[in-house]
């Protein structure tokens, strides 16, 4: 039997454990929480499909166009129509297992309009349709692990992958309980660790997503790809902890975005591109709101009560408990804020990334949304990539037996038993802070050659210093040692940045602001003994 | 402001109290509180002495995870939704969930929510939904985090070894309601686990973070 070893259960591990499952795999998930803790909850806007009862004129052409548009042509087009093409077939899986879409007074599940998009196709679930479709795969997951073709295992953390020439044969995970590190062995290993927040730390995702995994693969010798592409999501709330995100559903049914100047409102985004303005695609809207240079705000309060009870509640609660602010009466103040990651592990379109048997689903991977995602394809691109991982890792060879890598498992122990002795009352979160304000102050919305150089001048002294301190081990091993993976990833992503002088999608150089041929394919960038080389994927080898 | 929280340091150390003094913004939530103690210096308690970061857990913080459930000030309550300025009083209480094991300081073990599913195969399977069943209490059921808030404040759960409280019965209603061929014997499952012993208080519903209305899954299942 196939051994799989899935690491995050988040919407895209979750898809994919199940499809590994169904076709006769035994699937080992790992997290060090259960699903329910994933970012994925948070997912509140829909997921875009093209289906029989589409607007009039929508077509699955409409849909590739509209991707690799909104991605500004650097999408693999054979990627983008594989994800388009089978949307109504994701669709149609997920009301099968038991996904509750919102319908009409007909019964007929209800769409609604997201940026960028010719037409309207995005589905629903009133605005948590995140939470609904973990809440669906669960139960997925929980029949297969009652016929013990799953076994999840919690409180655990990936560690490192064990990979000899080139082949992935498992990974070293941190055992929370044990207090040490395990070796669980697979014939395929798939990366579903979402995001790189915690490169920014303030963002509108869970602080669970940190972009080590990605750091740490690429210090072993995974490519990554496109890590410049950051999205700023253009409407989200401040809060003490962190940006709550007002979903794009609000300006989908009709939210307008203005400016206060003498008293009087600027409608600035209809006012610039007519009255679809403020359904801009999301780098073009947050670009825009940065450009005011003042407070804006996002108004609804003109919509029925009715309308926001039963398409945009959680928008309602959130603004009332967090800021106090009753939607039906007041404008959002809102800003943009980093949201999703377009960059992250380079994989091929059967998503295997360059090391053999290592896969990568989700936001983790680099896959689909090019320079700017549309609302509405990541949850889409989350569960067709966990299949179509599944599906090629299930359908090849088993993988040879693999090496004894009990050296390695015993070296990475002594490692973090060393760690483990201090003493020092420094947490390594003062650190993570410091690395925060540096990719804000230099990997924001616009960007410049001297201000990247700066960044990475500051990520390069964090990495000198980041291994000679000890650090406060009152917190979780996991919180001390995967800091040296996410300064990886913050560095290669500035490297990404600094090299592309021109402007495209969220990628924003105003020292460089035109778009060029030049540049129009995806960035990859490769670690080799402490250099980091960037280079334009030319030949389209990850991404056709 | 005093805060005063039972801390543990490891699932089988002894439990003990230790207060801390909070100058931070008194509008920020309990979850903000506890940021501000942790990472804003070293960390020392009222008395000025180093102490250990205080251990809890958090994803979402916005109330959508349920990651953070603790007991403050003697509720149950997400400590990401509960704010300073709503609390009565000048001092902040916090304590692990009583009912389930303590990992560390406010980190609990909430494995056993997810063990009584799984060994009574409350899933759907087939899709064959059950006619004339509300969508929208299907959507409300479907929101459930999973947190043990409503175990925690549940007069009749204790363990979790034979009743499994509100967080069973709203995934039971939601195999009832989407594959009629098991809705008779989730129904006996449910009443066996939950039906025949809930004495009605419902105080899961007070305390849900997402406001399940848990009466409607039991009224559908009792019938």
């Known amino acids: ?544 | 402001m005093k805060v005063r929280i039972l801390r543990q340091e490891s699932p089988t150390s002894e439990q003990y109290w230790e207060s801390f003094e909070y100058d931070g913004p008194q509008d920020a939530s309990v979850a903000g509180m506890l940021d501000h103690l942790n990472y804003s210096d070293d960390i020392v308690n009222d008395a000025g002495q180093k102490t250990r970061r205080i251990a809890w857990e958090c994803s979402c913080l916005q109330g959508a995870c349920g990651a953070c459930a603790m007991v403050i000030n003697g509720m149950p309550a997400l400590a990401c939704d509960t704010f300073l300025k709503d609390l009565e009083g000048n001092e902040v209480v916090l304590r692990p969930l009583t009912k389930f094991p303590v990992i560390r300081d406010l980190a609990v073990d909430r494995t056993s929510i997810h063990h009584n599913l799984k060994r009574c195969d409350v899933y759907i399977g087939a899709y064959q939904p059950l006619g004339n069943q509300s969508f929208s209490h299907q959507y409300d059921a479907a929101k459930c985090l999973k947190c043990g808030l409503c175990l925690e404040i549940c007069p009749n759960y204790t363990n979790g070894n034979s009743f499994f409280g509100a967080v069973f019965a709203n995934d039971c209603y939601l195999v009832y309601a989407r594959n009629r061929q098991k809705s008779r014997d989730i129904k006996k499952v449910y009443a066996h686990h939950f039906g025949n012993t809930c004495s009605k208080s419902l105080t899961c519903m007070d305390v849900c973070p997402m406001d399940i209305p848990t009466i409607a899954s039991m009224a559908k299942l009792n019938r």
């Open chain 1, 1 to 544: 039997m196939k051994e799989v070893l899935v690491i995050g259960s988040g919407i895209a591990g979750m898809a994919c454990a199940v499809r590994c499952a169904e076709q006769g795999a035994h699937v080992t998930l790992v997290s060090p929480y259960p699903s329910e803790r994933s970012q994925s909850v948070m997912a509140a806007g829909g997921i875009n499909a093209v289906t029989e009862q589409c607007e009039d004129g929508d077509s699955v052409a409409s849909h590739i166009e509209d991707t690799l548009k909104g991605g500004c042509w650097i999408g693999g087009k054979d990627a983008v129509t594989g994800l388009c093409s089978s949307a109504k077939d994701t669709l149609a899986y997920l009301e099968s297992i038991g996904t509750v879409f919102s319908l009409d007074q007909e019964g007929r599940p209800l769409r609604r309009a997201f940026g960028g998009q010719s037409h309207k196709r995005t589905y629903f679930c009133g605005s948590s349709t995140g939470k609904q479709i973990v809440s669906a795969l669960v139960m997925e997951v929980r029949r297969h692990e009652a016929a013990g073709s799953i076994e999840r295992r919690l409180r655990m953390h990936f560690h490192s992958a064990l990979i000899e020439s080139g082949e992935c044969y498992g990974a070293l995970l941190y055992d929370e309980q044990a207090r040490g590190l395990v070796p669980v062995y697979a014939s395929a290993v798939v990366m579903a660790v979402g995001g790189q927040n915690a490169l920014f730390s303030k963002t509108t995702g869970s602080v669970l997503c940190d972009g080590y995994a990605a750091g740490r693969l690429f210090l072993q010798g995974a490519l990554l790809k496109n890590l410049e592409f950051i999205q700023f999501h253009p409407t989200t709330l401040e809060t003490d902890q962190k940006r709550i995100l007002i979903t794009e559903a609000v300006r989908g049914e009709g939210g307008r975005l203005f400016y206060e100047d003498d008293g009087q409102r600027v409608y600035f985004m209809e006012d610039k591109y007519g009255p679809k303005g403020n359904l801009m695609t999301r780098d073009v809207v947050s670009r825009e709101i940065y450009a005011t240079g003042k407070n804006v705000f996002l108004d609804i309060s003109f919509l029925s009560d009715r309308l926001i009870s039963q398409r945009l509640q959680e928008v309602r609660d959130l603004c009332r408990k967090y800021r106090g602010i009753d939607v039906s009466k007041q404008p959002i103040p809102v800003a943009p804020s980093v949201h999703f990651f377009m960059g992250g592990l380079a994989v091929h379109l059967n998503h295997e990334t360059n090391i053999e048997r290592l896969y990568a689903v989700g936001e983790c991977a680099s896959m689909y949304h090019g320079a700017n995602r549309l609302g509405g394809n990541s949850l889409l691109a989350a569960l067709y990539g966990g299949r179509v991982a599944a599906d090629d890792l299930c359908a090849r060879e088993d993988a040879p037996r693999h090496p004894d890598f009990a050296r390695t498992r015993a070296r990475e122990q002594r490692l973090l038993d060393a760690a483990s002795e201090s003493k020092s009352v420094f947490p390594v979160a003062y650190m993570r802070d410091m690395l925060a304000d540096t990719m804000r102050a230099h990997m924001g919305i616009a960007r410049t050659e001297e201000s990247l150089t700066q960044g990475l001048v500051d990520v390069e002294y964090y990495q000198s210093v980041a291994g000679q301190i000890n650090y406060d081990t009152s917190v979780s091993a996991y919180e001390n040692y995967s800091l040296a993976g996410i300064l990886a990833t913050a560095h290669a992503s500035l490297s990404c940045a600094l090299a592309q002088r021109e402007s495209r999608g969220s990628h924003w150089r105003s020292d460089a602001p035109q778009t060029l041929d030049d540049y129009a394919y995806a960035t990859l960038v490769s670690y080799n003994d402490g250099a980091y080389n960037v280079w334009l994927d030319k030949e389209r080898e990850y991404e056709s």
